[in-house]
């Protein structure tokens, strides 16, 4: 906290292995704080905290006024005692709060790290990590600072990682070293190693890393590729060695988590709003009294001096007035309690350990039970008007299920009764011991039709075992580890193992399988992978027999196209199934084959690898010989796959739009992948009106797609209503009493009625002036990220905003988190509208942040979220229960509580105000300073407090059966300014009456024994105890929900205020102190005059009786709608009583809205293509560069499959790395071809490379770079003939298998091998994994890419 | 089953509290109560109105002002503060019985006992009986603490401001004037009397008030107040008593004397009557008016009309807004349930 500020840093050099010289920058230990106290600078920083707050400072001045006698009109007690009660709650909070933090602070600290000192691995807490310092990493550990990756134990220093901590990204991606450190290998080279880092400074921007690595008299490039940041996980890869660049508070995470914003509530802003009108009124009150003493003093006290002197230092009367204002400063200081603050801080806490402690939001999946993580914005859950949700992990598991396919025009994986029994869930053991148990799948005709050897289901399944870029793990026979790109690929892939298809490795050039217990080997040709464009992939084998064969997945509108003309019939019945699964929000994928003589291959393949070798539109050519291969294909059938929802998705998003809350999707999701979930969580429906897609690419056409969708919905709208004005005197009658309950006409109402409102919304005609208000029908706006981007620029925000507010379903596709963030403080900016986001994964965490209230979901694998959430939870559904039920209560009690409060302070101040025009404005108090002291934190904290705590106006699940009920929060109905000074007004009258009745009353009254009750301690116990009453019945009629705990609070106040007030007046307290207790005996004596509670009991009526009156006639002529419900509910109580419960039960079960609607809904054709998948993937396979063979795998192979290439292999990889090196051209001769250059950087594919925004972007990422000339200075020098220059990224071409298969067989060896054994030169990487193709049948051989990584990054 | 529970280690308690379930009355405030309530309320305010009206009417006051701003009256020439130990008689006379007990109050208007600076001029230390404080009063009660260096006891404006007009009454039976026995005892509250007020426990009092000096405006010490009865000397005694509970309003009274004893005990016969009064206390300087009442009382205290009046009016209010909802409530009747 007191760090030294060091000058802002202008780039950081970091040497490895020295520690001494990077101290010289006293950078950032690694050790992050995020505690605000220790136990010294508790008291003293705290303290001071609490004194900014502008409350307590005006309190603390008022103490110091009131220690001036001649201003001091109360004890100095009356106000300390308040403050400091206030103070140490404070206190014991922060404290609380500060202490977890320590311990968090501390766990992350001590973590432990394997740090590289001295050559000796040592075990380090995190905090002992300095810059500089070279820790290894081992799989499935937590990076403890950013790192520059030196070496891996995977081949050419690549390793895995998965950065959902950082941007909720769960694909995992590729880092990969620089080649001249990732060779470095062991710890011995790895503790001499010297290199100086020269990079930018500390910043927040994940995506980008520049610096230079220099190491013996060179310069190495460093990107973002060579990066592992702090909260990263390692993956997949056993072990990495990386060098500490950025440390502690340095690193992009901690300086991406920045200052939590303190959030405030809109109610807490109007409180202070209203606290500060209350203070000006205040202020003239004093003025005014202030006015008349110096009137009163001038014209009355001057010749009164006998009798009331003047204190010598005043003898004056304006100074006189002026002491008085401040005296009445002090007196009436309580219309802004001091508990006001505190007694709201308490009733928060409440309603957040209700939320904590609900079982109905507790997930017993995942045990995890809500939390409300911030207890200061309960109320405003019932005020939220957008939802802004993530989709991924909120919306949807995650998990994707292989659900239904259809395989030569049959369906199979119909449910066919969704209220029948649960259907049996197939065991596919017996049949296939390589089965995967979690699979899930319930028709067994399916299974069936494998078993009996269906020809096209067993080739359906071939395909699927066959057709992907998953890479397996097999630690031990039988147990297969599928790592799937995507969640789908590993779905389908895992179903053809269930059923009998078992993939169980590849290599560069072979599939291996198991089919129906048998192995099979296949020859992978080639890869013709997928991207945006295309829509499929597909992959050409070559089975044993020799026959090649196209197999290709796709979406089902691209693919469609492409079948054999004979398929006519076929097609149609699949495009019908694919309709239904569409309509049932799967996302499907169509399959199909072709058969491929040696001819039409050869001829192909000669094709497309002039294609892959084109120097200019490389990309159109190769996609143009894809094209061609991809042709007359037959069909085989489709696939359907759930992206499985949360439970209860759809219902939440149905009952949450019907409390009228919108809800926009924000995902960095492709726009198919997003509008599919939109439809299967029922925020889309075919029913809607229109849905617009804006997906321009300029600030023109976006700004033009919106205006047309603006138009379009005016015109929409305006023919809707033209058509139901004619039909309005029809059906509006009836529709007003079915919906009676909208807005209390009281006449109609049936609770059935409610939650399903007829099918055509209610809008009122459009007056031609604000048209957009006023949108009828049902609109659904889908905008991409790019177009967001144009959007949210400043002179759009208002034409997306118009556009955006009209539609009930918004979608934003492919946004960065940054863009999250834009919106939701462009709806916040723009609509003084409450919001909300959830969302899990830290990509969430600036939407989180910067909403109103953030809601992170628990129980998944990332926790950054929940840190910067204000709620969590672990299901999107509990979040109907956590607005309507708990937001609604909070805001209904708080409004209640707010409204009591002012009420009954200004009530009890105000009698001073008035008692000011008898005492000649001398701040004389009316009440004994006890009971000022006591009146707001004992004699009616309680009570009110109990109500703030307990108070329901309608039990929960009626509040869950109507979600209109929800609405009064969302137009601050309950606690607005009108509402404040309706209490206000009631308070200054109840102060009236009772400040006159006993002036009237007991001005003249005398007791039985004739002394007279017009003495001051009458009067004051009088009204005190006309007040205590008053305000007593008061909060017992604003209570509507009498538990115990309220009667004990009413019942208990009202006795601890006769019990404390004869304590107080009694005489042996006053024997002890009798300077402190003047009023002995005044409760006594006053008390027990009947006039005295005859004078009380005319002021309690005097006060409540109109009140009654009021509520009473409110209620029968404008109930609102939770009154009507209570109503209802009340009857039905009492009618239901002989009945028994069983009603009630079935009461609850009409209380799923309208789910009949939800259930049908017509069919609408949508490609559901939804590979959440990468291009280039196909590469890295085709490369051989991602292959993990352990040698347990690697023997496990040998053994199953002696293929020749194996034993090639394995002699190869003994090759010395020397001599590899040397005849590094070696291979290009054999092949016959000359080795292009390739940009390996760019093999690991463009995705990786570029920035995260990007990765998320359409645009094809750039595969090939051009490599500099001056490729030449690689250290193993590489000599780059006359087509050297001539097309690079080869090896990224999709069908560089081909030649990679064969590579193996006459050259690429090592390539597997090789690397496992030592990765110790650049050469052996270079022509290690790159295979150098020879064509077995040595006709097409072709040129491989292979030039290691460095080329590309020398200077 | 180990773990069953270990899985739900996080379950919240299912307690009818934590779970928002307790049993609660829900009241509302429906028609089969309110209206009814409303014509219960209204009847009992207007049977008490009634017998509060018609009590406070039996209730005899009489007041006579003697503050002597007009000339006419027999006190003018008292008024001026100038004119010492001025005595003045003020006759009045009563129609009928004026029944028994009969009580005697003096009231001031005007006098704002009520004013914060005035009221917190003493010391509640010296007035029971510390007789440090006798050396040493309260900076309170300045600027009646001190007499040149000498201690004022009891200090303060309070005291120092005590009512000192004293009052005789006589009947006047057919020329000859007959006093009217005025009991001065237990006027003052039993607390101040018996706890509240306490003398320096010193014997002969004026001991205890050596080294002090009576208040300024004081014609007496303080041990000298009662000369006939020498329990009522002192703090404690009663007219002091009287004075030091301050009033809340600025036009009081306080009572004077009782009329219990002998011949007047069941109440002062008709006839006239004849006031003396020793006037000294000036209040014409600030428009004040001093008054002698004479007042007998109920079961209720003294003659209170608003009391019954406001009670009255309420109590129709009541009924006449329980007709209005009654009507109200038929016009648009609450939905009841089907």
Known sequence: MFRKRLPPEEERRVRANDREYNEKFQYASNCIMTSKYNIITFLPVNLFEQFQEVANTYFLFLLILQLIPQISSLSWFTTIVPLALVLTITAVKDATDDYFRH?????????????????????????????????????????????????????????YIETAELDGETNMKVRQSVSVTSELGDQNNLSSFNGEVVCEPPNNKLDRFCGTLYWRDKKYTLTNQNMLLRGCVLRNTEACYGLVIFAGPD?????????????????????NTLVLWIFGFLVCMGVILAIGNAVWEREVGSLFQSYLPWDPPVDNFLFNAFLSFWSYVIILNTVVPISLYVSVEVIRLGHSYFINWDQHMFCSQCNTAAEARTTTLNEELGQVEY????????????????????????????????????????????????????????DDTLLESVKVGDLHTQEFFRLLSLCHTVMSEEKSEGELVYKAQSPDEGALVTAARNFGFVFRSRTPGTISTTEMGRPATYTLLAILDFNNIRKRMSVIVRNAEGRIRLYCKGADTVLLERLHPCNQELTNITSDHLNEYAADGLRTLALAYRDLTEDEWEAWSESHRCADKATDCRED??????????????????????????????????????????????????QETAVNIGYSCKMLTDDMTEVFIISGHTVQSVRQELRRARERMIELSQTRDAVKEAGMEGWGEAYF?????????????????????????????????????????????????????????????????????????????????????????????????????????????????????????????????????????????????????HGRWSYLRMCRFLCYFFYKNFAFTMVHFWFGFF???????????????????????????????????????????????????????????????????????????????????????????????????????TTATALVIVVSVQIALDTGFWTVINHVCVWGSLGSYFTIMFALHSQSLFRIFPNQFHFVGSAQSTLLQPVVWLTIALATAICIVPVLAFRFLKLDLKPQLSDTVRYTQLVRQKKRKPVGRSVGGAWRGTGSVSEGRLGARGGSR???????????????????????????????????????????????????????????????????????????????????????????????????????????????AIVPDSEAAAPQGQAQAPNAGVFNSSAVKCHGGDSPGGWTLSLSTVQEALFGWKGIAARTSGSNSHGPPSVAKETSQIE | MVKQEKEFVNRPDNTAFTQQRLPAWQPMLSAGIIIPGFVLIGLAFIGIGVALFVTSQSIQVLEVDYTGVEQSSPCFKCSDPDVKNCVCKMEFNIDSLFKGPVFFYYGLSNYFQNYRGYGVSKDPNQLSGDLDSFKVPSDSCAPYEYVGKTPIVPCGSVANSMFNDSFKLYQIVSGAKIQVTLDGKGIAWWTDYNVKYRNPSVTPLKNAFNGTVKPTFWSKPAYELDPTDPANNGFINQDFLVWMRRAALPNFRKLYRRITEGDYAKGLPAGNYSLEIAYNYPVLSFDGRKKVVLSNVSWMGGKNEFLGIAYLVIGSMCVVMSIVMLIVYAKFKFPEEE
């Open chain 1, 1166 to 1276: 949508r490609s559901g293509y939804a590979f959440a998948h990468q291009e280039g993937f196909g590469e890295l396979i085709t490369s051989g560069k991602n292959m993990r063979l352990s040698s347990m795998a690697l023997a496990s192979f040998a053994s199953r499959h002696s293929s020749g290439w194996i034993d090639t292999l394995r002699r190869k990889k003994h090759t010395p790395p020397s001599t590899s090196g040397e005849c590094s051209p070696a291979p290009s001769c054999v092949s016959g071809s000359v080795p292009p250059l390739s940009n390996s950087s760019s093999v690991l594919g463009g995705s990786q490379d570029t920035p995260i925004e990007q990765e998320t972007g359409t645009a094809p990422a750039q595969n090939t770079q051009p490599v500099p000339s001056s490729s030449s200075q690689t250290p193993p």
């Open chain 1, 387 to 442: 939802i802004f949700s993530d989709k991924t992990g909120t919306l949807t598991q995650n998990i994707m299920s292989f659900n239904k396919c259809s395989i030569n025009g049959q369906t199979f994986g119909e449910i066919t009764d969704p209220l029948g029994p649960q259907p049996k869930r197939l065991d596919f053991t017996p049949f296939n011991p390589l089965a995967d148990l979690d699979f899930c799948f319930y």
């Open chain 1, 621 to 670: 050519r190769l996609a143009a010989a894809y094209e061609q291969i991809e042709q007359d294909m037959m069909l085989l059938g489709a696939t359907a796959i759930e992206d499985k929802l949360q439970e209860g998705v759809p219902e939440t998003i149905a009952v949450l739009s019907l409390a009228n809350i919108k809800i926009w999707v924000l995902t960095g999701d492709k």
């Open chain 1, 737 to 885: 009493t079915g919906n009676g309950l909208r807005e209390g006409d009281g006449t109609g109402g049936r609770a059935k009625q409610l939650p399903c409102p007829p099918p055509p919304p209610p809008p009122p005609p459009p007056p031609p002036s604000n048209l957009m208000d006023n949108i009828s029908g049902e609109f659904a706006l889908i905008i991409n990220g790019h177009s967001l981007a144009h959007a949210l620029e400043a002179d759009m925000e208002t034409e997306f905003l118009s556009t955006a507010c009209a539609c009930k379903a918004v979608i934003c596709c492919r946004v960065t988190p940054l863009q999250k963030a834009q919106v939701v403080e462009l709806i916040k900016k723009h609509k003084k509208a409450v919001t909300l986001a959830i969302g899990d994964g830290a990509n969430d965490v600036s939407m989180i942040k910067s909403a109103h209230i953030g809601v992170g979901i628990s129980g998944q694998e990332g926790i950054q979220a929940v840190l910067a959430s204000d709620y969590s939870f672990s299901q999107f559904r509990f979040l109907q229960r956590l607005l309507l039920v």
């Open chain 1, 103 to 159: 311990k968090s602070d501390n766990q992350v600290n001590n973590r432990q790290s394997q740090v590289l000192i001295r050559g000796l691995l040592q075990n380090e807490k995190w905090m002992n990590v300095r810059v500089g310092d070279i820790i290894k990493l081992e799989n499935n550990q937590f990076v403890a600072a950013d790192l520059l990756l030196l070496s891996s134990s995977e081949p050419h220093g690549l390793c």
């Open chain 1, 919 to 1021: 005492c000649g404005f001398s701040a004389q108090t009316v009440y004994d300073q006890y009971f000022i002291t006591l009146y707001n934190i004992v004699y009616t904290s309680l009570p009110v407090l109990a109500m703030g705590i307990f108070d329901q106006d309608v039990p929960d699940h009626r509040s869950l059966e109507y979600p209109k009920l929800y609405e009064p929060g969302q137009l601050n109905l309950l606690f607005n300014k009108k509402e404040f000074f309706i209490c206000i007004a009631q308070g200054i009258y109840t102060s009236v009456v009772l400040f006159f009745v006993p002036y009237a009353v007991l001005s003249d009254a005398s007791q039985s024994n004739g002394v007279p009750l017009a003495d001051y301690q009458t009067f004051a116990v």
């Open chain 1, 251 to 271: 690193t992009k995470l901690m300086q991406n988590s920045g200052r939590t914003k303190f959030k405030r509530t809109s109610i807490d802003r109007l409180m």
